[in-house]
């Protein structure tokens, strides 16, 4: 069974919130919803509670949904944030969306909550994925650059179809280049020895192609010989 989804809601109105609830669950959501009214309220729920999703109602009598957009971008920038108000102005709608809203429904047409709520899930559900992949490839290329340093070894990588190429940092220590200069073939054949040149520039030559596999030796010389 999967957990309820934990629903910040502000609304000032129950009429309009047991409407909300009673839609999600129509929709066989399962919902654990924390209803505020007030600023005071909802700042504390979104320090101290986990949340799933926010709901925000646009006019209350002592708050409004711009400043507690401006609250959650602050605490909590990737919550997902839907305002569902009785009157939002095209301005104030292309302000709190340019702010970071996910979307917008007016309580005349509630039908577009579902869809909206499915859509926000989703995108911060992709988010999310994505910030684990990204933080997964920083902690490996961590561990390449250590492992690189102790071993002395270096390497890069050449984008046969852009020409583009990158150089691990301590690639430029092999070779004796500052990490400010451009990663480039040439710069490789500079350090060459001139009897494994040309079988080099044959390597090159066979990757760019793709004929074949590349997989040879060469010798290096530095600047002091």
Same mark, same amino acid.
């Given at each position: 069974?999967?957990?309820?989804?934990?629903?910040?809601?502000?609304?000032?109105?129950?009429?309009?919130?047991?409407?909300?609830?009673?839609?999600?669950?129509?929709?066989?959501?399962?919902?654990?919803?924390?209803?505020?009214?007030?600023?005071?309220?909802?700042?504390?729920?979104?320090?101290?509670?986990?949340?799933?999703?926010?709901? !925000?109602?646009?006019?209350?009598?002592?708050?409004?949904?711009? /400043?507690?957009? %401006? @609250? *959650? &971008? #602050?605490? $909590?920038?990737?919550?997902?944030?839907?305002?569902?108000?009785?009157?939002?102005?095209?301005?104030?709608?292309?302000?709190?969306?340019?702010?970071?809203?996910?979307?917008?429904?007016?309580?005349?047409?509630?039908?577009?909550?579902?869809?909206?709520?499915?859509?926000?899930?989703?995108?911060?559900?992709?988010?999310? !994925?994505?910030?684990?992949?990204?933080?997964?490839?920083?902690? /490996?290329?961590? %561990? @390449? *650059? &250590? #492992?690189? $340093?102790?071993?002395?070894?270096?390497?890069?990588?050449?984008?046969?179809?852009?020409?583009?190429?990158?150089?691990?940092?301590?690639?430029?220590?092999?070779?004796?280049?500052?990490?400010?200069?451009?990663?480039?073939?040439?710069?490789?054949?500079?350090?060459?020895?001139?009897?494994?040149?040309?079988?080099?520039?044959?390597?090159?030559?066979?990757?760019?192609?793709?004929?074949?596999?590349?997989?040879?030796?060469?010798?290096?010389?530095?600047?002091?010989?």
């Amino acid at each position: 069974m999967t957990s309820p989804l934990r629903i910040l809601l502000l609304e000032d109105d129950s009429g309009d919130a047991e409407l909300i609830q009673e839609l999600l669950a129509a929709e066989h959501f399962r919902c654990d919803i924390i209803r505020v009214q007030t600023r005071s309220e909802f700042a504390a729920a979104l320090k101290g509670g986990s949340f799933d999703l926010i709901l !925000a109602d646009n006019s209350l009598p002592s708050f409004d949904g711009l /400043s507690a957009l %401006h @609250l *959650a &971008q #602050a605490e $909590r920038p990737d919550l997902p944030f839907i305002f569902v108000s009785g009157t939002l102005g095209e301005e104030l709608a292309i302000e709190a969306l340019k702010i970071g809203a996910t979307d917008y429904v007016l309580k005349q047409r509630l039908s577009r909550l579902i869809p909206s709520v499915q859509r926000a899930l989703s995108e911060a559900q992709g988010r999310a !994925a994505r910030k684990q992949a990204e933080e997964a490839l920083r902690r /490996s290329e961590a %561990h @390449l *650059a &250590q #492992a690189q $340093r102790l071993s002395r070894t270096g390497s890069f990588h050449w984008n046969v179809a852009t020409g583009e190429t990158f150089w691990s940092e301590e690639t430029y220590r092999v070779l004796g280049y500052e990490p400010t200069i451009g990663p480039t073939r040439d710069l490789v054949m500079q350090r060459v020895h001139p009897d494994d040149a040309a079988r080099v520039r044959e390597a090159f030559v066979a990757a760019s192609k793709g004929r074949q596999p590349v997989d040879f030796e060469c010798r290096m010389v530095m600047p002091d010989g």
